[in-house]
């Protein structure tokens, strides 16, 4: 069955920086886009960015522009999201996503916190 699961989360400082990883299984990895969401406290769930099947295609949220990067591993099933010059308005459960067949398949989320 398909699986989403995401690591990498953690508490960091303002100004820091985290790699988020997605690892994938039970569908072809390679032939489907995915994204990474995030989801703050009291706040709708809200798209990061999203990577093409082979990474020529990408796009960003305004809010993360040039400090956020996704990238994929088609050879690894996993795709990524480096997060630097965190902010404390960063902070949420980030989501890794893919649509397959209609249906939207989520993981399980990874928590990050950014705090002094």
């Known amino acids: 069955q398909v699986q989403l699961v995401e690591s990498g989360g953690g508490l960091v400082q303002p100004g820091g920086s985290l790699r988020l990883s997605c690892a994938a299984s039970?569908?072809?990895?390679?032939?489907?886009?995915m994204s990474w969401y995030r989801q703050a406290p009291g706040k709708e769930r809200e798209l990061v960015a999203v990577i093409g099947r082979t990474g020529a295609y990408i796009n960003y949220a305004d809010s993360v522009k040039g400090r956020f990067t996704i990238s994929r591993d088609n050879a690894k099933n996993t795709v990524y999201l480096q997060m630097n010059s965190l902010k404390p308005e960063d902070t949420a459960v980030y989501y890794c996503?893919?649509?397959?067949?209609?249906?939207?398949?989520w993981g399980q989320g990874t928590q990050v916190t950014v705090s002094s």
């Open positions: 996503n893919c649509n397959i067949g209609g249906a939207s398949r």
């Open positions: 039970g569908f072809t990895f390679s032939s489907y886009t």
